[in-house]
């Protein structure tokens, strides 16, 4: 699958899906104009990773670890459905028996990030979702 790469802008994220490297990560700013078409290609990217995972694990006996992290300062309220739907594609792919987890990062002094961060965990409950301070 091709990676998706976009550099932040004063509205989006920063996102790295770049299964080459096994790198994923979304960080900064999340409050895009039209957040259903920014995200889209994300979520759907993610969905359709479950096959490679399957083509990993039946031809070499294991598959990749799907590792998110998310290293958000900020995302408004429709950013949220869409990370939210983000955890769901990981959690999927948890169930399904491949290594798959969500590292959320916060500053220590937004307690509010913490707290967004436990609130979507609440929504995947068998997902790994650890918590790092920076």
Do not use: C
């Amino acid at each position: 699958m091709d990676a998706i790469l976009l550099e932040a802008t004063q509205t989006t994220p920063k996102v790295i899906i770049d299964p080459a490297s096994n790198k994923f990560e979304i960080s900064g700013e999340s409050r895009p104009e039209n957040t259903a078409k920014f995200f889209a290609p994300i979520v759907s990217w993610f969905d359709g990773y479950r096959s490679v995972l399957y083509f990993q694990k039946n031809n070499f006996g294991k598959s990749k670890k799907v590792s998110i992290d998310f290293k958000l300062e900020y995302f408004n309220s429709t950013s949220a459905k869409f990370i939210l739907d983000i955890f769901y594609q990981l959690e999927k792919i948890h169930k399904e028996g491949y290594e798959a987890e969500i590292i959320w990062h916060f500053d220590a002094r937004d307690t509010d990030m913490k707290e967004s961060g436990e609130e979507f965990s609440k929504y995947v409950p068998s997902l790994p979702v650890s918590y790092n301070e920076f």
